[in-house]
């Protein structure tokens, strides 16, 4: 599919929300859609991530120590390119909402918690923030059969009320979220893959909020 425009130099996507939500199918149509470069979830160098399933406890403090590096490498990386970029989930998600829940479940100790957020807090002072946050949401039913039907094997044993404690810490957070400009789409029903209208929409949305981010720079 050829692009129908660019969205300029330096432009920075961030596509937001939780497990099975579809960021990862988002980054890529956008960017075959807009010629971006797309940066995803490293889950798969987390050497942590299979033991932290098998006991949070143990290694939940870790494991997010090693996305908090990786994250901070990745912003990094796509604050040095010059050509517009995308992002597949953020390192304010992993704080604000993964941390944050593995904190306030007891699997990360007060200690450990205080330790990891002023590595953020530092850490982000130092980033350049996206142009523009999209964040999708939909529902459980929904999460819950994507979740299934991707048949990642480490995620078919995480409890639903673990998925359903994420959901509402993004909702928290994406209500305080005033860094960039933000696009809320909701992933239930929309088929921007086939429905042509659908892709429409979700690209005037897209490029108008773009346009306002530009213009308030």
């Known amino acids: 599919m050829a692009s129908r425009r660019t969205l300029g130099p330096r432009r920075f996507i961030a596509v937001a929300g939780n497990m099975g939500v579809g960021k990862s199918t988002l980054v890529d149509f956008l960017s075959h ?19 932290f399933y098998g006991d949070m406890r ?11 590096s990786a994250k901070f490498r990745l912003h990094q990386q796509l604050g040095r390119v010059s050509e517009a970029v995308i992002q597949d989930r953020t390192i304010y998600e992993d704080a604000e909402v993964f941390a944050e829940n593995l904190y306030r479940q007891g699997k990360i ?11 953020y807090e530092a850490i ?12 999708l949401k939909c529902g459980m039913r929904t999460l819950s059969k994507r979740i299934r039907l991707r048949g990642r094997p480490e995620e078919q044993q ?8 994420l959901q509402e810490l993004y909702e928290e957070w994406f209500e305080r979220y005033t ?21 429409i929409d979700l690209f005037e949305k897209i490029e108008s909020a ?6 308030s720079a």
Do not use: C
């Open 33 to 51: 859609q807009y010629g971006l470069r797309p940066y995803f979830e490293p889950n798969d160098e987390n050497p942590y991530l299979k033991d």
């Open 58 to 68: 143990q290694w939940a403090f870790h494991s997010q120590l090693f996305f908090l």
């Open 109 to 119: 100790s007060e200690r450990d918690y205080a330790t990891y957020r002023r590595l």
């Open 124 to 135: 982000i002072d130092e980033l350049r923030p996206p142009s523009l946050m999209i964040y």
């Open 158 to 165: 995480i409890p639903k009320t673990y998925i359903h404690r």
């Open 179 to 199: 860094l960039s400009e933000t696009l809320i789409v909701d992933t239930d029903e929309l088929d921007y893959i086939q429905d042509l209208v659908d892709r």
């Open 210 to 215: 773009l346009d306002l981010s530009i213009s």
